[in-house]
């Protein structure tokens, strides 16, 4: 994570890492917040997570409270990101163009996080080793419903290894799983 970002033009990004000032391309960044009204420390950023131990949904709520409205079911394994530590119940994260709140019994540990081992983030990547395009599929299973081709010679990013088959990135505005035998970096 960088610090202190300071917008400057299409290209570069001004931020502050371990204490060196510098300059970024945008294109290496990735922005990281929390629920607009909450100061966070550092060490409430969790990661991404997958949504698990429900039947078929986790609710996210507008507010941490069970009884807080209604924004979005989650499905049983989707993945949701940015990922803050609210309270021992609940946590504050994204999906899709949603924020709210899930129960923290519903979500476990994918990767990324204040303090995470850097090997699980590999930055970006292009798509290789296929004829016109890759599968970007729903959950980190070949199986799983595909959201998206994505073209070779094509370039993701956010790219977190999450498996020894599959790593979860984003492409074209989607969050979603490709094979790491698809990824060159």
């Given at each position: 994570?960088?610090?202190?970002c300071w917008?400057?033009?299409?290209r570069?990004?001004?931020?502050?890492?371990?204490?060196?000032?510098?300059?970024?391309?945008?294109?290496?960044?990735?922005?990281?917040?929390g629920?607009?009204?909450?100061?966070?420390?550092?060490?409430?950023?969790?990661?991404?997570?997958?949504?698990?131990?429900c039947?078929?949904?986790?609710?996210?709520?507008?507010?941490?409270d069970?009884?807080?409205?209604?924004?979005?079911?989650?499905?049983?394994?989707?993945?949701?990101?940015?990922?803050?530590?609210?309270?021992?119940r609940?946590?504050?994260?994204?999906f899709?163009?949603q924020?709210?709140y899930?129960?923290?019994?519903?979500?476990?540990?994918?990767?990324?996080?204040?303090?995470?081992?850097?090997?699980?983030?590999?930055?970006?990547?292009?798509?290789?080793?296929?004829?016109?395009?890759?599968?970007?599929r729903?959950?980190?299973?070949?199986?799983?419903?595909?959201?998206?081709?994505?073209?070779?010679?094509?370039?993701?990013?956010?790219?977190?290894?999450?498996?020894?088959?599959?790593?979860?990135?984003?492409?074209?505005?989607?969050?979603?799983?490709?094979?790491?035998?698809n990824?060159?970096w």
């Amino acid at each position: 994570m960088v610090y202190n970002c300071w917008y400057v033009d299409d290209r570069f990004t001004y931020c502050v890492y371990d204490g060196l000032e510098g300059y970024i391309l945008n294109t290496n960044l990735s922005f990281l917040a929390g629920p607009v009204g909450y100061e966070y420390r550092d060490e409430d950023y969790m990661g991404n997570f997958e949504i698990v131990n429900c039947k078929s949904y986790a609710s996210l709520r507008d507010y941490p409270d069970t009884g807080a409205k209604l924004l979005a079911r989650v499905p049983l394994g989707s993945i949701v990101t940015n990922v803050f530590y609210q309270d021992d119940r609940f946590s504050y994260c994204v999906f899709g163009d949603q924020e709210g709140y899930i129960l923290n019994s519903n979500l476990s540990w994918i990767s990324g996080g204040y303090g995470a081992a850097s090997s699980d983030y590999v930055g970006d990547a292009v798509i290789v080793n296929c004829a016109s395009w890759a599968s970007m599929r729903e959950l980190p299973d070949t199986g799983s419903a595909r959201i998206a081709k994505v073209p070779l010679g094509a370039v993701v990013t956010d790219v977190y290894i999450v498996s020894e088959r599959f790593a979860q990135c984003t492409y074209g505005g989607l969050t979603g799983y490709i094979l790491l035998d698809n990824l060159g970096w």
